[in-house]
T-cell receptor, first 111, second 114 residues
Framework: QQQVKQSPQSLIVQKGGISIINCAYE??????FPWYQQFPGKGPALLIA?????SEKKEGRFTISFNKSAKQFSLHIMDSQPGDSATYFC??????????FGTGTQLKVEL | DSGVTQTPKHLITATGQRVTLRCSPRSGDLSVYWYQQSLDQGLQFLIQYYNGEERAKGNILERFSAQQFPDLHSELNLSSLELGDSALYFC?????????????FGEGSWLTVV
C-alpha cells in the first residue's frame, strides 16, 4: 500500500523554467513533509521541509506548497538549472518517525 | 558529505550467501535507519534503532536482521540471499527519534546478488 503518491515519474524542463512535482498522502497522522534530492551515486539529501500548519515555505529557488484539506503538497523549483537535474523524492513522517517516501521524480533540466 | 558512513560501497555475492553491511551514524546521532532502494520498489523503510533499541520495523524480511551497538554504529545482516535482494541499501541517522528531526543518509551500499 503506497501511502505517498508522487507525480510525474519524470520531467524535462528548459533552463530557467519552473519544475513542479506533486505528491498526495493518505495518512492524516503524517505531520512533517520533507523533500529529498538525490544525485546518481549519492544518498538522498534533505532539500526543504514543511509542517502542515503552514501553506507555503520558500527557501531560495525552492518552494513547497501545502494543501492540508486536499492532503496534497508540491515542490516548485523556480529558474531551474542544469545542476538541479536529479531525482526528487517527497516524503511524509508521522508519529512512528520513519520516513515514507514517494516513488521519485527524475528531473532533467535542458539548456 | 552527510557524515553517515557506510561500508562496503559495493558488494557482489552469490545466492544463498550472507553479508553484513555496516553503518557509522553522524557524530552524536542516536537514531539509525535502514532503507532499501530498488528500481521497482523505490525507497523502502526496513528498520529503525534508537540508542541501541529497535524503534520501528518496516518491510524487513525475516532473512534480514539488524542491530545497533553501544558505540551507536549499526549493522544490517542479510542472509540466504536471493537475486531479488540486489539493491542499494542506505543507512541514515538523526539526532533523536521524533518527527521533524532531519534524517541524513549515507551514500549507500550497492549489493549485487548473482
Amino acid at each position: 500500500q503506497q501511502q505517498v503518491k508522487q507525480s510525474p515519474q519524470s520531467l524535462i524542463v528548459q533552463k530557467g523554467g519552473i519544475s513542479i512535482i506533486n505528491c498526495a498522502y493518505e495518512n492524516t497522522a503524517f505531520d512533517y513533509f520533507p523533500w529529498y534530492q538525490q544525485f546518481p551515486g549519492k544518498g538522498p539529501a534533505l532539500l526543504i521541509a514543511i509542517r502542515p500548519d503552514v501553506s507555503e515555505k520558500k527557501e531560495g529557488r525552492f518552494t513547497i506548497s501545502f494543501n492540508k484539506s486536499a492532503k496534497q503538497f508540491s515542490l516548485h523549483i523556480m529558474d531551474s538549472q542544469p545542476g538541479d537535474s536529479a531525482t526528487y523524492f517527497c516524503a511524509a513522517q508521522g508519529g512512528g518517525n520513519k520516513l515514507t517516501f514517494g516513488t521519485g521524480t527524475q528531473l532533467k533540466v535542458e539548456l | 558529505d552527510s557524515g553517515v558512513t557506510q561500508t562496503p560501497k559495493h558488494l557482489i555475492t552469490a545466492t544463498g550467501q550472507r553479508v553484513t553491511l555496516r553503518c557509522s551514524p553522524r557524530s552524536g546521532d542516536l537514531s539509525v535507519y535502514w532503507y532499501q532502494q530498488s528500481l521497482d520498489q523505490g525507497l523502502q523503510f526496513l528498520i529503525q534503532y534508537y540508542n541501541g533499541e529497535e524503534r520501528a520495523k518496516g518491510n524487513i524480511l525475516e532473512r534480514f536482521s539488524a542491530q545497533q551497538f553501544p558505540d551507536l554504529h549499526s549493522e544490517l545482516n542479510l542472509s540466504s540471499l536471493e537475486l531479488g535482494d540486489s539493491a542499494l541499501y542506505f543507512c541514515a541517522s538523526s539526532p533523536r527519534a521524533g518527527v521533524g528531526n532531519t534524517i541524513y543518509f549515507g551514500e549507500g551500499s550497492w549489493l549485487t546478488v548473482v
